[in-house]
C-alpha cells in the first residue's frame, strides 16, 4: 500500500486570524512536493498544521502501511540554548534508542551515529556540545536526526539555510534517495532553480493554496539529474 495524505478544507487561523484558507489536496508516496510563497505566506504554518503542531480545521487523512513509521520534521532555524549540556553524539543517541544516557550504549547505536554523522557531514564533531554549532551545523544535524527516524512523510522547512554548497548539495542527494525510496517529501523552498529542477510538484502558498503545478521536467529527464558533492576544497569528488 503506497503512502497519501490528503487534505480536506483544511484551514488555519490564529488569534481569529486567517493565517490559511480552505485546502484540499492530495500529497503522493515517491514523490516531491515543493512549498513556495513569500515570506508571511503560511508556508512554515501549513508544515505545522500537517504536522499536528498547529490548530486546524477540516481534515487531514494519512493513509500508510507502517504505523510505527511516522512524520519526520526538519524545522526552520532551529536554535538551541547555549548552555545545554548535550553533545551532537548523545543528542543523536537519543533519537535512536529508548534506553537512557546513562546506560552503556550499543555499539550497533555508536555505529549508526557514525554512519549519520558522516551522511551530513559532520563526522569529528560528535563531541560539540548543541550550543556550540553553528547555524549550517545545526540543520545539518536535524537533518541527522531526521535520517535516523526511517519516516513515510518529511516535512523539512527551508533545508539549505545557512548551508554551504557542499551541504546543499549532501542534502538535496539525501532527499532525491529518500523521494526514491517512495518517501513522501514535503519541502518549503525559496529557490526557483532548485525547484524546477527536483520537484515533481509545486504548490504556491499565499494565505491558501493559490497554485499548483506538477513539474514534468523533475519527473522526466531531470529526475535522474544527481547533484555535485563536493569536498572541504569545493573540489566535486561524487
Ligand atoms: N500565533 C500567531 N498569531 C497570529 N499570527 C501568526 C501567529 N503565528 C504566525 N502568524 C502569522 O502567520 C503568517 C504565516 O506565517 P508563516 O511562518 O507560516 O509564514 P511563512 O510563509 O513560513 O514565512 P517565511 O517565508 O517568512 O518563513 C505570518 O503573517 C505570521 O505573522
Not at 547555549?82 to 537519543?94: A, C, D, G, N, V
Not at 526557483?192 to 519527473?219: C, F, K, R, T
Request: charged share 20%.
Amino acid at each position: 500500500m503506497s503512502v497519501t495524505v490528503q487534505l480536506k478544507e483544511m484551514s488555519l487561523s490564529l488569534n481569529d486570524v486567517e493565517i490559511l484558507k480552505p485546502i484540499s489536496a492530495t500529497l503522493q508516496s515517491g514523490r516531491l512536493h515543493a512549498i513556495t510563497g513569500p515570506n508571511g505566506a503560511g508556508k512554515s504554518s501549513f508544515l505545522k498544521c500537517l504536522l499536528g503542531l498547529m490548530p486546524h480545521k477540516g481534515q487531514i487523512k494519512r493513509h500508510w502501511p507502517d504505523k510505527n513509521r511516522g512524520v519526520a520534521y526538519v524545522p526552520q532555524q532551529l536554535a538551541f540554548e547555549p548552555s545545554l549540556p548535550i553533545t551532537i553524539e548523545e543528542y543523536l543517541t537519543t533519537t535512536l534508542t529508548s534506553k537512557a544516557l546513562f546506560f552503556k550504549r550499543v555499539s550497533s547505536v555508536r555505529s549508526q551515529v557514525e554512519v549519520l554523522l558522516e551522511r551530513v557531514g559532520l563526522e569529528g564533531k560528535e563531541h560539540l556540545r548543541l550550543g556550540q554549532l553553528s547555524g549550517g551545523e545545526r540543520q545539518r544535524l536535524m537533518f541527522a536526526q531526521a535520517l535516523g527516524q526511517k519516516r513515510h512523510l518529511w516535512c523539512v522547512d527551508e533545508p539549505m539555510t545557512g548551508l554551504d554548497v557542499t551541504a546543499q548539495a549532501l542534502i538535496t542527494q539525501e532527499l532525491l534517495s529518500l523521494r526514491a525510496q517512495g518517501v513522501t517529501l514535503l519541502v518549503v523552498h525559496h529557490d526557483p532553480d532548485w525547484v524546477s529542477d527536483y520537484a515533481d510538484e509545486v504548490w504556491s502558498i499565499n494565505g491558501g493554496l493559490v497554485g499548483h503545478q506538477v513539474n514534468l521536467h523533475a519527473m522526466g529527464t531531470m529526475r535522474l539529474k544527481t547533484p555535485k558533492v563536493m569536498n572541504r576544497n569545493q573540489e566535486v569528488v561524487a
